[in-house]
Every structure is written in structure tokens, then in C-alpha cells.
């Protein structure tokens, strides 16, 4: 029996590094005197390795939909 697996952790980190919509939910900044909440916004993030342990984070950048 064949089915799709999904992504790979190398697709899934790729296509998260690049620009991507996503919905704000929690009220984001997107620049000076420019937050938005409740609708669709783009970001795209880097993968920060952390020094201290075996946990690293996501750094999100946003910007308004054009």
C-alpha cells in the first residue's frame, strides 16, 4: 500500500524559511505604528540553533500581504 507520508523535516524547515501566509491570531507587529490581528499577514523565519541545550527556536519576521 503506497500514501504520502508528508513533508520531510528538510521540506518542512525549507518551505518555512521562505515567505508564507499565515493568520494572526495573537496580534503581530509589522512595523512602526503597523500591527495586525484577525487577518491573513505573511512571514517567513529563521531556525536559530540554541547554545545551552538541544532545543533551538524560530526567529519570524512579518509583513503586510501585498
Do not use: Q
Not at 496580534?27 to 490581528?37: T, V
Not at 487577518?39 to 547554545?51: H, L
Amino acid at each position: 500500500m503506497k500514501f504520502d507520508c508528508g513533508r520531510t523535516i528538510a521540506e518542512w524547515i525549507e518551505a518555512r524559511e521562505n515567505w508564507h501566509d499565515y493568520f494572526a491570531l495573537i496580534p503581530r507587529r509589522i512595523s512602526s505604528h503597523d500591527c495586525r490581528w484577525l487577518e491573513v499577514i505573511e512571514r517567513k523565519g529563521s531556525y536559530v540553533e540554541a547554545d545551552y541545550s538541544s532545543n533551538g527556536y524560530w526567529e519570524w519576521e512579518y509583513r503586510a500581504k501585498s
